[in-house]
């Protein structure tokens, strides 16, 4: 991306968050958390990838990113007097930054965002999971999941590349801060990679999470075990147990690795990776959709 297209990208964040923050001036949730969506996904893309944004611009991209997720939770929630969201006043005071950010070569942030984050990072159960991690590795890794870059390849060997599309449900929006946590198993259970959690799914409608997100299989597929299989667990926040809870799963079976969209039954908990105790989650046609991508 050279410095013109650069320009044009940031032009078009500095619209969107207009137009986003006069929705929420004008009380106009549904619109407003619909733009700031939009903002989070190009923010959390371009904060990730090997832009030419420098790593300072990105932090600075992944606070401003987690800073309009935190108000989205704030405006959809039940009772926003218990979100420590980011209110509307200081997500205005990050404007100049966005606008500006081609010109910004430090990490300097103007909000005091540790409240908001604590409150994100209790939601998803993963306190002792971030106890050694610095700050912005701990807001990085929530706002954007533990999804690992695509694996270097390796001659004669394939590379399996999962789109998680979306899953099916009877009742979406009982589900908070929904995600999957995908791992790879081989016959008797035990772990082949590392599990992979997607970031909070920030998309629904009325039947459907929406996922839409690619996820890499860390091993070559000649270099897995007979028997394995990649498994995917649907996982919610639930406030009156202050968890993360496994709501169902699902798997994907090495005879069913082919190119193209696969469409998955899904299980009651809780997960079995032997896969010897497997009953329906739903009589109901609803399903784990997933397109299949093989590299070599």
Request: with cysteine; aromatic share 10%.
């Amino acid at each position: 991306m050279d410095e013109n297209e650069m320009t044009a990208v940031v032009t078009c964040w500095k619209k969107t968050f207009k137009t986003a923050t006069d929705f929420d001036v004008w009380g106009q949730r549904v619109e407003a958390v619909d733009m700031y969506k939009r903002l989070s996904k190009e923010l959390h893309q371009h904060a990730n990838s090997y832009s030419r944004f420098s790593d300072s611009q990105r932090k600075l991209l992944q606070k401003i990113a987690f800073c309009i997720d935190s108000r989205q939770r704030l405006l959809l929630s039940e009772k926003p007097s218990q979100v420590a969201g980011v209110s509307l006043n200081d997500l205005q005071r990050l404007e100049s930054i966005l606008s500006n950010i081609l010109c910004h070569h430090t990490s300097e942030f103007p909000l005091d965002i540790s409240m908001a984050h604590m409150q994100m990072k209790q939601h998803m159960g993963f306190r002792q999971k971030f106890e050694s991690q610095s700050e912005d590795d701990k807001q990085e890794q929530y706002v954007n999941g533990s999804l690992l870059p695509r694996p270097l390849p390796v001659a004669g060997m394939t590379l399996l590349t999962v789109w998680v599309e979306k899953i099916g449900l009877k009742d979406v929006a009982q589900y908070i801060d929904p995600f999957l946590t995908v791992s790879v198993k081989d016959a008797e259970g035990k772990d082949m990679t590392t599990s992979q959690d997607t970031p909070v799914a920030s998309d629904k409608d009325d039947t459907c999470i929406q996922f839409n997100m690619d996820v890499y299989i860390q091993k070559a597929l000649e270099s897995l075990p007979p028997g394995y299989a990649v498994f995917f667990e649907l996982k919610h926040y639930k406030p009156k147990k202050r968890a993360v809870s496994t709501r169902c799963w699902s798997f994907l079976e090495k005879d069913e690795i082919k190119e193209g969209p696969v469409v998955l039954e899904l299980y009651k908990k809780p997960t079995d990776f032997h896969r010897r105790n497997i009953s329906l989650f739903t009589v109901k046609p609803l399903y784990l959709h997933l397109r299949l991508k093989l590299f070599r």
